[in-house]
Every structure is written in C-alpha cells, then in structure tokens.
C-alpha cells in the first residue's frame, strides 16, 4: 500500500516546476516565443551567460516576424552577429538568490 502511495506522491511532484531562478524562466520564455521547446536548455545557457533583458527583446521582435520560418535558427544568427554584454560567471553564492 506504501508503495502506491509514494508513486502517487512522486507522479504530483512531477506536475510541478522546477524552476528556480530567473535566468532559467528566462530561457523557457525565450524557447516558447520561438516556439522551439527542443532547445529549451540552450536558451536557457545564454540567459546564465548573457544579458537577459536583450536577448528577450531579440526573441520578441523575432516572433513578431511572420516571414520567419526557422525562428530559432534566426535568433541564433543575429546572436551571433552581435556582441552582447557577457555577463561575469556567477559563483554558488550569486546562483542560490
């Protein structure tokens, strides 16, 4: 009977988020504007290295574009192409806020 019980409890805990910091709501914002949720963790890498504000601005005027059919791929080009501000590496203590 314990057991059922624990599945049940590990099937809830499942259905919640696992999100945790910003730079990862970040890079799932980012993954569903450019509706491309197979790179969700690669959007969610450049949000920890790069400034997050300009890569959601890049993603949102990417979106808007309707003549665009690999928007993920476009993102990525015009990333590319600029020098964004990197962001220093963040220790344990910066990640943990």
């Not at 599945?7 to 990862?24: A, G, M, P, T, V």
């Not at 197979?38 to 005027?61: E, R």
Request: aromatic content about 8%; proline content about 2%.
């Amino acid at each position: 009977m314990e057991a059922n019980n624990y599945i049940k409890i590990l099937k809830d805990r499942n259905k919640e988020s696992h999100i945790y910091k910003r730079f990862q709501h970040t890079g799932l914002e980012i993954a569903e504007l450019l509706n491309d949720p197979k790179h969700k963790a690669l959007y969610i890498k450049l949000a920890k290295q790069y400034d997050q504000d300009t890569l959601l601005g890049i993603a949102k005027d990417v979106s808007t574009r309707k003549t665009i059919e690999n928007k993920g791929g476009y993102f990525m080009r015009i990333i590319q192409g600029l020098v964004i501000n990197k962001q220093k590496p963040m220790n344990k203590k910066e990640i943990n806020k």
